[in-house]
């Protein structure tokens, strides 16, 4: 293998530390950080996620509270307990995990967590902030990513990047961290006709679309740094992301695994938000 692998396993565990050293300081001043995480139904991989955020966010001396909910759950009593969550003072983050069973508009559960306590990023007035270059909460993975490209050296000032993929939960807010980063950001998505063309320009690339083998070795630049945010099952039933890494990483001079890549860093910049948001909380009480 040529490409140098960029351990998502390391990178966390030295952000959890420095998260932990941010969460003695506050309760040193008498403010526990407090994170609250709402699973509604019996979703496996939701569960598994949720096990390891709480596990994360008392591993650096954080408050969890998990609150489990059946699938029957209405969106009138989800939304009047997010309500209830955003007038306490105990709780600077909230985290609804998605998705939520199909009578449940997630929109509506997103836009009822308080803006100051959206750890995930994803109420539109993160967004809004994010395109406007406004200080808000970064959405975890994009900004994870991001720490992943510092931790390496790789400015993306004067590169240009493509982004695979065009959600609201990556794709679209990683393309404007990287405009942001001054990078020349192009967006592919299922309607590019040649995605191969694109991805051959480019210094970054991020693929994020859910889908095996989207990006294979021949559509790689040499060199290029290879961010792989999916997350998906291979023939052998075996956790896979969205790029072929045997071919990629003889191509590639930065790559991140799956596992082990891009997944330990988004549940670690969960941390960094409700790191920051607790912050926020106590400088206000002051």
């Not at 293998?1 to 351990?7: F, S």
């Not at 969460?23 to 598994?48: C, F, M, T, W």
Request: with cysteine; proline share 6%.
């Amino acid at each position: 293998m040529t490409a140098q692998l960029i351990d998502g396993n390391a990178l966390s565990k030295k952000i959890r530390g420095e998260v932990a050293e941010r969460v003695a300081a506050l309760k040193a001043r008498g403010v526990q950080p407090g994170l609250a995480v709402i699973l509604v139904g019996e979703n496996p991989a939701s569960q598994v996620y949720v096990k390891h955020k709480v596990a994360d966010c008392e591993g650096t001396g954080m408050r969890s509270v998990l609150e489990r909910y059946e699938p029957t759950m209405s969106e009138a009593d989800l939304l009047a307990r997010v309500r209830a969550l955003n007038d306490d003072p105990a709780i600077h983050g909230i985290l609804v995990q998605l998705p939520l069973p199909s009578h449940i508009d997630a929109n509506k559960v997103i836009e009822t967590i308080s803006p100051s306590k959206d750890v995930d990023g994803f109420h539109v007035q993160s967004a809004g902030a994010l395109m406007i270059g406004q200080p808000g909460f970064k959405p975890c993975t994009p900004y994870g990513c991001m720490k992943m490209l510092e931790s390496i050296g790789v400015s993306p000032k004067g590169r240009h990047a493509v982004v695979i993929g065009r959600s609201n939960i990556v794709g679209k807010p990683m393309a404007m961290l990287l405009l942001q980063a001054n990078a020349t950001v192009t967006i592919c998505h299922s309607g590019t006709p040649d995605l191969g063309a694109m991805t051959r320009q480019a210094d970054i690339v991020v693929a994020a679309v859910g889908k095996r083998n989207v990006l294979t070795a021949d559509m790689v630049k040499p060199g290029a740094v290879v961010i792989d945010v999916g997350m998906n099952r291979n023939d052998e039933d075996k956790l896979c992301g969205d790029v072929d890494f045997a071919g990629v990483s003889q191509v590639a001079g930065w790559i991140t695994p799956v596992p082990g890549g891009v997944g330990p860093m988004t549940r670690a910049m969960l941390l960094v938000n409700t790191i920051e948001a607790a912050e926020r909380a106590a400088a206000q009480a002051v």
